[in-house]
């Protein structure tokens, strides 16, 4: 059985990243909010910061997001920023 959720982060122009992760860590409006598996329904404002995904196996990548909103909902999140730059921020989705 695979774990972690999935976790899309989107653009008004792109889709920067789609795919399963263990977990994710995005700057909220009231500071940094760590989300894992099975994690509550939530929809949050993102501020500018830091955004970090760990995949499954354990890799780590970081964007920088500057704003937009969070939402976590059954086994899936989104985050849907401004704007992302970045490690694989130029690199297609998946």
Request: charged content about 20%.
């Amino acid at each position: 059985m695979a774990t972690g959720f999935e976790l899309a982060v989107l653009t008004p122009e792109r889709a920067v990243f789609e795919g399963r992760v263990e977990y994710v860590q995005v700057p909220g409006t009231e500071g940094y909010l760590g989300v894992l598996a099975g994690h509550a329904a939530l929809v949050t404002e993102l501020a500018a910061g830091t955004l970090t995904v760990r995949k499954p196996g354990g890799d780590e990548v970081q964007w920088q997001v500057s704003g937009g909103f969070f939402d976590v909902a059954a086994d899936r999140a989104t985050v849907l920023a401004d704007s992302v730059s970045g490690d694989e921020a130029e690199e297609p989705a998946g």
